[in-house]
């Protein structure tokens, strides 16, 4: 059984701090990573993926894998309000659905 | 259109009725997947098409789900006899081609009375 696990949170950081989410996977055979943004009542969308172990930067917001550990994370900088949504962590090992294994996510709460 | 677009995005039903969901998707993408997600809860799998492939039915709850795809393009998701249980958001979305990236209609939201 493929799993991906993630902390449910909420998880609150206040306003300008790094927020840091986190997600651990089971499957070895996972290629690629993904986290996805879901704000209340809306669907999710994709703000990074990443394919090599180590960082990969895109404005304020890093991923980090490292696939000896089977961990991916999430770094968000200068947290804002905005940033406040659930955040769901994906692995896919390719195969279509069977290899694409979503985590149930964590609430991340900025506080003003 | 440039996203993946959904309709109804709202639909109540009396228990035992019968509702049809639709998702057209990106022009181009050729996997589309259909999840279920229940209120404060991860998202549930249900369909998988890829191009002319059998669908993957996986994860459809029972036999009064199901879901086709015309022509590679539109894709219906058909529940029998609703049932309170099946009140959620029912969410598509299509795979740019083979990366896993996803792109998540804004969903139907089904309530059964």
């Known amino acids: 059984q493929k799993e991906v696990e993630q902390n449910s949170g909420p998880l609150s950081v206040p306003e300008g701090a790094i927020a840091s989410l986190n997600c651990t996977y089971s499957d070895r055979g996972s290629q690629s990573f993904f986290w996805y943004r879901q704000y209340s009542g809306k669907s999710p969308e994709l703000i990074m993926f990443?394919?090599?172990?180590g960082d990969k930067e895109d404005g304020r917001f890093t991923a980090q894998l490292n696939k000896a550990s089977q961990y991916v994370s999430l770094l968000i900088r200068d947290s804002q309000p905005s940033d406040s949504a659930t955040y769901l962590c994906?692995?896919?090992?390719?195969?279509?659905?069977?290899?694409?294994?979503f985590g149930k996510g964590t609430h991340l709460i900025i506080q003003p | 259109g440039a996203g993946v677009s959904q309709s109804p995005s709202n639909k109540v039903t009396e228990k035992g009725k019968d509702v049809e969901l639709r998702c057209d998707p990106i022009s181009g993408h050729t996997a589309l997947y259909w999840y279920r997600q229940s209120l404060g809860q991860g998202l549930e799998f249900l369909i998988y098409?890829?191009?002319?492939?059998?669908?993957?039915k996986s994860g459809l709850p029972s036999d009064r789900f199901s879901a086709e795809r015309t022509g590679g393009s539109v894709s219906t998701l058909t529940i029998q006899r609703t049932q309170q249980e099946d009140s959620a958001v029912y969410l598509c979305a299509t795979e740019r081609e083979y990366t896993g990236e996803l792109f998540f209609g804004e969903g139907s939201r089904l309530t059964v009375l």
């Open positions: 098409f890829q191009g002319n492939s059998a669908p993957d």
């Open positions: 990443i394919y090599s172990n």
């Open positions: 994906a692995g896919n090992s390719g195969g279509g659905a069977d290899g694409l294994t």
